[in-house]
């Protein structure tokens, strides 16, 4: 199964994310951590190049039978459809996870008081949050919507809806 994350920085989807991966045991890729090992190796970063990293080790990985938990932030159709296009050259199930904060006022909260724990990464402004391209999904999906929430009741949301959708569900 590939679990496509997607949503804004600093809506949860990390924490979501690292979550599904620790339960299930699976692979967890972000596109953060690979952007920032680029950079550090002097590759620069300016477009695709971090997601196409992610697409190609997240099809070994489900060439080897394991579950895959990506997370990045997905602005466009294009990423979703490359993720959904990962798992259907495989044959592999996949399901796409929309993680929101609702609260404009607790977003922005989050991203001016949020630190990183990626060595030398620099986390972005609520500007650049604010201001970023991110088309609205097309296609059914879950959606998780973090505000006035704690991580926990996030996660147990999340594991809801998985569940909903028969999908199998981490905990059990």
Known sequence: MLYI???????????????????LRAPY????????AMRVAGVKVDGPEGYIV??????QNLILGLDVISDT?????????????VAESL???FVE???VCSDECEHKQRITTHTT???????????????RHYEAWDRDHIVIDTAHQTVTESWMSLREQLSLKNIVNPLS
Do not use: M
């Not at 932030?73 to 296009?85: D, E, G, K, L, S």
């Open 5 to 23: 994350f997607g949503g804004l920085p600093g809506t949860g989807k990390s924490a979501l994310s690292s979550a599904l991966a620790s339960e």
């Open 29 to 36: 890729l972000r596109v953060d951590v690979v952007e920032q």
């Open 54 to 59: 992610c697409y190609e080790i997240a099809r």
């Open 73 to 85: 932030v997905n602005p466009i159709r294009y990423t979703r459809q490359a993720w959904r296009n």
């Open 91 to 93: 044959e592999i199930p």
């Open 97 to 99: 996870i929309e993680v």
């Open 117 to 131: 724990d990626i060595p030398g990464f620099t986390l972005p402004t609520w500007n650049e949050v604010k201001n």
